[in-house]
């Protein structure tokens, strides 16, 4: 079926020309009409007919007749100009409309009846007058003129995006999806169309009989794969997520696919928040897919899954991380610790390292893997070895973390893993109180470097150098990097105990802001969460408006969202949050839960 445009509208600016030229005394007469000179327009129009007849002067004097409330007159002309161009059935219908503005209805339906089932003969015709009824609003009887068209063309398929459209707009949904889908079935190439047409007609009032529709379909039409993916797809986007995933595991049962859909749907499922649903799709994979291109990736994003659903919480869910160090486990002793499952080691060395303080196990499988060197990307390499680092970092051996980064940095000198192992190598001087040194290698960090690189660079140095002047001691600064490092170890008591001291030796000191929010995110390690939110209510209390004060609030506000489960609270700050920081990074973050939040 090749599907049709069909434009018609009475405002004719720029059509008025003569051999491609632009008409001036048409230009005139359509200003006049704008303008609503309907008298000179209708002048200029009738002089312009009268020397070359075309339909478009011919419905600009009918419509400057109306406009003057003329219909006797408009009549009359429409009646001359029929007789003359007995073969055009526009002004018929046109006559039948005026009429009908004329309160004769009788004969406006008489005329309308005759022209639409006995006056139109060729495709062309219905196009034409199925467009004008529905440019005027009477969608009745367009939709009666297309439905004519379909049994004169016998062609049961023609029109239907024209009925369709029709359907919508009266809020028959039933038959407007029928409609839709009869796009697709007169020319399956034309899918794509008849799914973004019922997608797009999808609200709360039409979402029950779009399902009664397709449903019906398919007990018709089991083995159409047209229909069962717009099926799917109306699901997903109608967040009837559980039915979607029933019809996309029949899509790739009855035509054989090799997991590519369900695995796009677990990918869709994560990005919803759906992770329980998201890895049903990951292990129907697993089970059934064991010889696909997805079986490897299946058990690889299932685990990750599990990160970010512990990461969701505040503090994180160590249960789900400990799962998802388990499931990156299964994965490598069924695949083995290769070279090319670098990620997968990868990401689970991280999550033992900074969740679950296993430090020496992490260590000997990254110092496996990066053995072999001449198998791996560089850039996985690279990353191996910073992680190794950071491991030493907090297992206190300084001198080989530092010699650690320092490959890594002479390996990718002025590039993005280099810049990374610069800042870490500032950042350890700063916890060893080599705030020159420190400095040096913050600054020496390029504008080109990742964002995040950068400004936790430009942060720290900051931090040292707002502490180190020529007038400020160092002590103060030497003890917050201490505890800082003694965080970093996962050493917490002996942490607070050193910014107890420091708060007690330097009660006023500059520090006090960054010394809460360092307790308070020691705190939240601990999953003492009221004391947490203690120090974080100081922050906001007397350093609002200070660095760490979008922090502060946007972290409460999360604590109450996702820990505290009081998802009441969590709105108002979350309100409160856009009010006192509206330009803050976490700003589009905070919009989008709001919403999800007023959604229920």
Request: charged residues 30%; proline residues 2%; glycine residues 4%.
């Amino acid at each position: 079926m090749i599907r049709r445009l069909l434009v018609f509208s009475l405002v004719m600016v720029g059509f008025f020309a003569v051999q491609g030229q632009p008409n001036p005394e048409a230009q005139l007469a359509e200003q006049y009409y704008l303008d609503g000179e309907y008298e000179s327009s209708l002048e200029l129009f009738t002089k312009l007919n009268r020397q070359d007849p075309q339909d478009t002067y011919a419905k600009r004097i009918v419509s400057c007749f109306e406009q003057m409330g003329d219909f006797e007159n408009a009549i009359k002309f429409l009646d001359k100009t029929a007789k003359k161009q007995s073969k055009d059935p526009i002004y018929l219908i046109m006559k039948a409309s005026i009429l009908e503005k004329t309160g004769d209805l009788k004969q406006a339906d008489k005329l309308y009846e005759e022209v639409i089932t006995k006056k139109l003969r060729g495709e062309g015709d219905f196009i034409q007058i199925g467009a004008y009824l529905y440019q005027e609003g009477k969608l009745d009887l367009a939709k009666q003129t297309y439905l004519q068209g379909r049994k004169f063309i016998r062609d049961p398929y023609v029109f239907a995006n024209e009925i369709a459209n029709i359907h919508a707009q009266l809020g028959e949904y039933e038959e407007a999806t029928k409609e839709y889908l009869n796009i697709y079935y007169g020319n399956p190439a034309d899918l794509n169309t008849a799914d973004i047409s019922i997608l797009n007609m999808l609200s709360p009032t039409s979402i029950e009989s779009i399902e009664k529709t397709l449903l019906s379909e398919l007990d018709k039409n089991q083995n159409d794969l047209g229909l069962r993916t717009i099926t799917y797809e109306f699901y997903v986007l109608a967040e009837n997520f559980y039915e979607a995933f029933i019809q996309v595991k029949s899509i790739d049962r009855l035509f054989k696919e090799d997991g590519d859909r369900v695995f796009k749907f677990a990918e869709t499922m994560r990005n919803n928040g759906e992770y329980e649903l998201s890895n049903k799709a990951y292990d129907y994979i697993i089970d059934r897919k064991k010889g696909s291109q997805f079986y490897f990736k299946a058990h690889f994003e299932k685990a990750i899954n599990g990160e970010l659903k512990a990461f969701e919480q505040i503090p994180v869910d160590v249960v789900a991380v400990q799962q998802a160090v388990m499931d990156y486990g299964t994965l490598l002793d069924e695949f083995g610790r290769k070279p090319q499952y670098f990620n997968a080691i990868y990401r689970r060395s991280k999550l033992r390292v900074f969740y679950l303080n296993e430090l020496q196990e992490a260590r000997q499988e990254l110092e496996d893997v990066v053995r072999q060197r001449q198998s791996l990307r560089l850039e996985d390499w690279a990353k191996g070895k910073l992680l190794i680092g950071d491991i030493l970092l907090m297992q206190q051996e300084y001198n080989k973390a530092k010699l650690t980064y320092t490959e890594v940095k002479e390996t990718f000198k002025d590039r993005q893993l280099g810049a990374l192992a610069n800042y870490k190598l500032g950042q350890m001087a700063y916890y060893k109180g080599e705030f020159n040194l420190a400095t040096a290698l913050l600054a020496a960090i390029k504008d080109n470097t990742s964002n995040d690189i950068s400004n936790d660079a430009i942060k720290l140095n900051l931090l040292i150098i707002d502490n180190t002047g020529l007038d400020t001691t160092t002590t103060a600064l030497e003890m917050f990097a201490q505890a800082q490092l003694f965080t970093y170890q996962r050493k917490y008591d002996e942490s607070v105990a050193m910014l107890d001291s420091l708060m007690e030796k330097f009660p006023s000191h500059s520090l006090a802001d960054e010394i809460l929010w360092e307790k308070a995110n020691i705190y939240l390690k601990k999953n003492d969460i009221q004391t947490a939110l203690a120090y974080i209510d100081r922050i906001l209390e007397n350093f609002s408006t200070d660095i760490y004060g979008d922090d502060a609030l946007y972290t409460k506000a999360r604590i109450y969202d996702y820990t505290l489960q009081d998802p009441e609270q969590a709105m108002m700050l979350y309100l409160n949050f856009l009010t006192q920081f509206p330009g803050s990074l976490y700003s589009v973050e905070v919009r989008k839960r709001i919403r999800e939040l007023r959604q229920g």
